[in-house]
């Protein structure tokens, strides 16, 4: 992708590396490695991607360590991938709308915009809510009455932020993601009827949350569904009432987290991970893809969990061991008796 032009000594100091080579690099562009033209900057971590980017035409190459004999130029970091994160993000930041009210939008009378708020096409910002300052509604979302949005916050188009439900600061919600809807709150009356239990609680997101497309979040029965600073929430995730996630936890997609159960801080739930209600998961924990963790279950601080109902890892490999043993024994007999 093209862009504004950069000398390489000027890329360095955001990549936080070591420049070797001509600090007057003209860069341009960025991109994978396969399509690199001649004025892009790449970046290669493993010695294969390292070889095929050398192959290549990249004007700049940002790596973990500097191959010798080669007359390139190269921004040497022991995190290539972070360093070129950082680098694009710089070339290339988000185009988003001027500030101002589209004619077709609603903002109550009440509610109160920040300075250079962008409020966009069929957006709906209901009675009493807040809108921090240089924060952006995309197209056709609603903040509920009450609601209130932090400073340099993004609600791309069709995001729902409930009444009542907080946004810290440069919070981002994709497309479709709803935030503080009524938790699954039921309980059966006398002819075994269900009778709704009032959801009256609501949910607070943290500074630096991004929640993915179609994602949805309850509010708390009485009290607070929370969402910890720096955490990232992936499409596709249910997260239910009074749940508590502390911060920068990641949340893989397709992964369900039931009522009262409490996500500790740089946690990683891979795809499709199930979690029953009342669950701890304490901080440090990563837990596999399509895990199940069962209700009331403690998980202990920096485990690495798999399986269904979920065990630590070296348990549940040797679980499949014995399983994949056990197959072939049963294989072998149906062999011999046939």
Not at 153 to 178: E, M, N, Q
Not at 204 to 228: P, Q
Not at 230 to 236: A, E, R, S, V
Not at 312 to 338: D, F, H, Q, V
Request: charged share 20%.
């Amino acid at each position: 992708m093209k862009c504004k032009a950069y000398r390489a000594a000027e890329l360095v100091e955001i990549a936080r590396g070591r420049l070797v080579g001509d600090p007057e690099t003209v860069v341009d562009g960025f991109s994978g490695i396969a399509d690199a033209g001649s004025g892009d900057i790449v970046y290669a971590e493993k010695e294969k991607a390292v070889a095929a980017a050398l192959a290549g035409h990249a004007a700049c190459i940002v790596v973990p360590s500097v191959p010798e004999g080669y007359s390139r130029t190269f921004i040497e970091t022991p995190s290539p991938r972070l360093a070129f994160a950082r680098i694009i993000q710089h070339m290339a930041p988000p185009r988003l709308p001027r500030p101002g009210v589209h004619p077709t939008a609603v903002v109550a009378a009440s509610a109160t915009l920040g300075e250079a708020v962008s409020v966009g096409p069929l957006c709906v910002v209901d009675d009493e809510a807040a809108i921090g300052s240089q924060s952006v509604l995309i197209a056709g979302c609603y903040v509920g009455r009450g609601a209130t949005l932090g400073a340099h916050c993004v609600l791309w188009p069709s995001s729902v932020i409930y009444p009542g439900v907080h946004l810290g600061d440069r919070v981002i919600v994709h497309a479709g993601t709803v935030v503080g809807s009524d938790g699954f709150g039921y309980v059966h009356d006398e002819r075994g009827t269900y009778v709704k239990v009032p959801q009256l609680g609501t949910v607070v997101v943290e500074d630096d949350v991004e929640l993915g497309a179609n994602t949805a979040i309850d509010r708390a029965a009485l009290e607070k569904t929370v969402i910890g600073a720096g955490t990232k929430i992936d499409n596709l995730v249910q997260i239910g009432h009074n749940v508590t996630i502390g911060a920068h936890t990641a949340v893989s997609g397709q992964t369900g987290i039931a009522g009262s159960s409490s996500i500790g801080s740089r946690c990683i739930l891979a795809g499709q991970v199930g979690i029953a209600d009342h669950v701890t998961v304490e901080d440090g924990v990563i837990i596999g893809a399509q895990a199940g963790v069962p209700t009331g279950k403690r998980i202990a601080k920096g485990q690495i969990v798999w399986g269904s109902p979920a065990r630590p890892i070296e348990e549940w490999k040797r679980m499949i061991a014995a399983m994949s043993m056990l197959a072939k024994g049963r294989k072998k007999t149906s062999n011999r008796n046939g």
